[in-house]
């Protein structure tokens, strides 16, 4: 593939990018060979290409450092349709899409960060790692999702709206029946929030809090359940809820810092 800034097309142990170092290309990755491993701890801006048959495994950043995947403008691609694609260790910001159609994407020990809607076609997998999800963010997957293990992060941030029940913010969306056993979710604290976990609608994993939170604009906030927490409906000095219908039990305060009534 001419148009590569490289292109490995025989058998490599490792490849490297560096700290510091920048693969920048329409495709800046092309494999027809095969490659025991792509540990990167640079710039990857541009398209992943393996068409081999053995699995992608890349690592990222040690100590602070973070490998970026991502595309020469907005979100790349990683394109693995022969193999699984692993994310085995390293820290690893991604802001790839992955086609891995009829595989699997696993996160073995990875500590993956997204700052966007990142799409997988294929399935996906978790055993350790973290997955780190910026405000905004969260992981779609065209096939099923298995969580059993390692972490999943979440960033509130004052300006949001996290509701009790299925309001819940989506995490993971998942296309194919899935299991979540092993997540566990952490996150940020801010005022007005109690504690956090999750929930699970259909195949997808929601955050899911103790109480309702308001933190922008909310045109109508509908409690239908029981909320029994200190504070059950909390309106930051941010936000704008036009109104609240509780037709279940509100066990809790609720304060509103906002300027209206």
Same mark, same amino acid.
């Given at each position: 593939?001419?148009?590569?800034?490289?292109?490995?097309?025989?058998?490599?142990?490792?490849? /490297?990018?560096?700290?510091?170092? @920048?693969?920048?290309?329409?495709?800046?990755?092309?494999?027809?060979?095969?490659?025991?491993?792509?540990?990167?701890?640079?710039?990857?801006?541009?398209?992943?290409?393996?068409?081999?048959?053995?699995?992608?495994?890349?690592?990222?950043?040690?100590?602070?450092?973070? #490998?970026? &995947?991502?595309?020469?403008?907005?979100?790349?691609?990683?394109?693995?349709?022969? #193999?699984?694609?692993?994310?085995?260790?390293?820290?690893?910001?991604?802001?790839?899409?992955? /086609? !891995?159609?009829?595989?699997?994407?696993?996160?073995?020990?990875?500590?993956?960060?997204?700052?966007?809607?990142?799409?997988?076609?294929?399935?996906?997998?978790?055993?350790?790692?973290?997955?780190? &999800?910026?405000?905004?963010?969260?992981?779609?997957?065209?096939?099923?999702?298995?969580?059993?293990?390692?972490?999943? !992060?979440?960033?509130? /941030?004052?300006?949001?709206?996290?509701?009790?029940?299925?309001? #819940?913010? @989506?995490?993971?969306?998942?296309?194919?029946?899935?299991?979540?056993?092993?997540?566990?979710?952490?996150?940020?604290?801010?005022?007005?929030?109690?504690?956090?976990?999750?929930?699970?609608?259909?195949?997808?994993?929601?955050?899911?809090?103790?109480?309702?939170?308001?933190?922008?604009?909310?045109?109508?906030?509908?409690?239908?359940?029981?909320?029994?927490?200190?504070?059950?409906?909390?309106?930051?000095?941010?936000?704008?809820? #036009?109104? &609240?219908?509780?037709?279940?039990?509100?066990?809790?305060?609720?304060?509103?810092?906002?300027?209206?009534?």
């Amino acid at each position: 593939n001419a148009t590569s800034a490289l292109n490995v097309t025989g058998t490599l142990g490792t490849l /490297v990018n560096q700290n510091g170092g @920048t693969i920048n290309s329409s495709t800046a990755l092309y494999i027809s060979g095969s490659i025991g491993g792509f540990n990167n701890s640079g710039l990857v801006a541009g398209k992943i290409d393996n068409q081999g048959s053995a699995n992608l495994t890349i690592t990222g950043g040690a100590s602070g450092t973070i #490998g970026t &995947l991502t595309g020469q403008s907005g979100m790349g691609t990683i394109s693995n349709t022969l #193999g699984n694609v692993v994310l085995a260790s390293g820290n690893l910001l991604l802001n790839d899409s992955i /086609v !891995a159609t009829g595989h699997t994407v696993s996160n073995i020990g990875a500590n993956v960060t997204l700052t966007s809607i990142v799409n997988v076609t294929g399935d996906y997998g978790q055993t350790g790692g973290q997955l780190i &999800l910026n405000a905004g963010s969260k992981l779609v997957v065209s096939g099923g999702a298995s969580i059993t293990g390692g972490t999943i !992060a979440t960033s509130l /941030v004052s300006t949001g709206n996290y509701l009790v029940g299925n309001g #819940g913010t @989506t995490l993971v969306a998942a296309g194919a029946t899935s299991s979540y056993t092993g997540v566990s979710i952490i996150a940020n604290s801010l005022t007005g929030i109690g504690s956090v976990g999750n929930t699970v609608v259909g195949n997808n994993l929601l955050l899911m809090l103790s109480n309702h939170y308001v933190g922008g604009t909310l045109g109508s906030l509908a409690n239908t359940g029981s909320v029994s927490a200190a504070t059950a409906v909390y309106i930051a000095s941010t936000g704008n809820l #036009g109104s &609240l219908v509780n037709t279940g039990t509100l066990s809790g305060n609720i304060v509103n810092q906002s300027a209206r009534d």
